[in-house]
């Protein structure tokens, strides 16, 4: 599956996302929006730990316009749960496009689909697992269940709009958008203790 991917795409699937990684929170969300852009800017970091390499962007993006409901709400729950910027956002798929119906050159719909539940989702967990933030929510309810992520984490499938899991340090939500009552003010509060309670333990731990 790697070996059919280009040098851009194969750079794009090991790019683990933006802010600093030892962040004690991180945001995980489907995939980039909007169209490719340089593969591999001078200003982005190698990170390498346990044998594993990756490459990240170590400033949290800043809106040149309008801002993303993404970046926004993210910001908007790491401070109310007291962690600042502390916080990094990351996806589960790694090719950005325009919106969820655009089509990606070079590969097939299918392929694409297995691609993120074969490899970049374990990837990701990898990583999870050696940085150890003290919380991580995924977001886009759609894509977390497309993808198996709480499958490939061992965790139970529920329905619940929001589902926590506070002992792995793990929620799971809808897209971080206010439009159309996609992610409620309810959504919102439980995710805030989540975090506020995960964020405590951490600090409390020697």
């Given at each position: 599956m790697r070996e059919a991917?280009?040098?851009?795409?194969?750079?794009?699937?090991?790019?683990?996302?933006?802010?600093?990684?030892a962040s004690p929170v991180?945001?995980?969300g489907?995939?980039?929006?909007?169209?490719?852009?340089?593969?591999?800017p001078e200003t982005h970091r190698a990170l390498h730990l346990d044998g594993r390499r990756a490459t990240y962007d170590p400033s949290l993006p800043v809106a040149d316009g309008r801002e993303s409901s993404v970046w926004r709400i993210?910001?908007?729950?790491?401070?109310?749960?007291?962690?600042?910027?502390?916080?990094?956002?990351?996806?589960?798929?790694?090719?950005?496009?325009?919106?969820l119906a655009s089509r990606l050159d070079g590969i097939d719909a299918g392929d694409y689909v297995?691609?993120?539940?074969?490899?970049?989702?374990?990837?990701?967990?990898?990583?999870?697992?050696?940085?150890?933030?003290?919380?991580?929510?995924?977001?886009?309810?759609?894509?977390?269940?497309?993808?198996?992520?709480?499958?490939?984490?061992?965790l139970p499938v529920g329905d619940a709009r929001v589902q926590v899991h506070p002992?792995?340090?793990?929620?799971?939500?809808?897209?971080?958008?206010?439009?159309?009552?996609?992610l409620t003010a309810a959504d919102i509060e439980a995710l805030t203790g989540f975090l506020t309670a995960a964020i405590a333990t951490r600090r409390k731990t020697p």
């Open positions: 991917l280009t040098p851009e795409q194969a750079y794009r699937l090991q790019f683990l996302g933006y802010g600093d990684p991180w945001f995980i489907i995939e980039e929006g909007g169209a490719w852009r340089e593969a591999q993210s910001r908007q729950l790491a401070q109310a749960a007291g962690a600042g910027t502390g916080y990094f956002l990351a996806n589960m798929a790694p090719f950005p496009r325009p919106s297995r691609l993120v539940r074969e490899v970049r989702v374990p990837w990701l967990i990898g990583w999870l697992r050696a940085l150890r933030p003290a919380a991580v929510v995924f977001h886009g309810k759609a894509a977390w269940r497309g993808y198996r992520v709480r499958e490939s984490l061992g002992d792995q340090g793990l929620a799971f939500a809808p897209f971080f958008s206010r439009r159309l009552g996609i």
